[in-house]
């Protein structure tokens, strides 16, 4: 159960910001943000599921563009040998190739970002929807953009909000944002308002593991990483 929050400039010559929080079981192997796909993506850097081969988040400096995927719950069984990963999606996404009418994987929400803008794709295995996202900061998880029934997008989204990024910052642009991650933090990690997660009480094995930030703009695609020393545990990571 990830958490993207995005702030779209009201300006288009102005950059798209993201803060991303990866959760995910501990014991699937993944690779730290790299070139991973030198052969078949090359230019595109992202952070890659050992397991499958694609990506979590995966940017293209060539195209401009960034994508993250977040799991959704299916509305319908899909049998597995049916499906491929949604972390092929990422990866056709920052090549400019949007979503099938039936993807056939499991349900996702597929943030996509160019300088100025961004979308959300969303997948229930029943229906794809997209939506442009108004200029603004947006919260994002397992359901639908800025639901307010989703209990750490009606407690936080203000207060990232109330700590967007200046558009003109450079550098360390992401350091209010953090500020406010670290506040949320303080909840314990199987609360439901929580975005440092540990999943594990609610039957899941997904816990919270790295945090990714992204400027998206005229002038090009900066990314930046840092992994939690401990899975759902909070410390203030090191991006670069």
Same mark, same amino acid.
């Given at each position: 159960m990830c958490t993207v929050i995005i702030?779209?400039?009201?300006?288009?010559d102005a950059p798209t910001r993201v803060l991303a929080v990866r959760d995910e079981d501990p014991s699937r192997t993944w690779d730290p943000l790299g070139p991973w796909w030198p052969d078949t993506h090359p230019g595109v850097v992202g952070v890659r599921d050992s397991r499958a081969g694609g990506a979590w988040l995966a940017?293209?400096?060539?195209?401009?563009? +960034?994508?993250?995927? +977040?799991?959704?719950?299916?509305?319908?069984? +899909?049998?597995?040998?049916?499906l491929r990963s949604r972390g092929g999606v990422v990866l056709d996404a920052v090549e400019?190739?949007?979503p099938e009418e039936n993807p056939r994987t499991h349900g996702f929400n597929l943030v996509e970002v160019t300088a100025g803008a961004a979308r959300v794709t969303m997948w229930d295995g029943a229906a794809l929807?997209?939506?442009d996202l108004a200029p603004g900061t947006h919260m994002i998880?397992?359901?639908?953009?800025?639901d307010a029934h989703t209990p750490r997008i009606a407690t936080w989204r203000t207060a990232f909000a109330d700590h967007e990024p200046d558009?003109?910052?450079?550098g360390s642009w992401w350091q209010p944002w953090l500020d406010t991650l670290e506040r949320s933090a303080h909840l314990d990690p199987a609360d439901d308002r929580a975005i440092v997660r540990d999943n594990r009480a609610h039957g899941y094995p997904t816990l919270s593991l790295l945090v990714c930030v992204a400027s998206v703009g005229v002038?090009?695609?900066?990314?930046?990483?840092?992994?939690?020393?401990?899975?759902?545990v909070w410390n203030r990571p090191t991006l670069a």
């Open positions: 702030h779209v400039p009201h300006r288009a940017a293209d400096a060539a195209t401009g563009r +960034l994508a993250v995927i +977040l799991n959704r719950a299916d509305v319908e069984g +899909l049998a597995p040998e049916d400019g190739s949007v929807r997209t939506t998880a397992h359901d639908d953009v800025d558009a003109a910052a450079s002038d090009g695609v900066e990314v930046q990483y840092g992994a939690f020393d401990r899975p759902g």
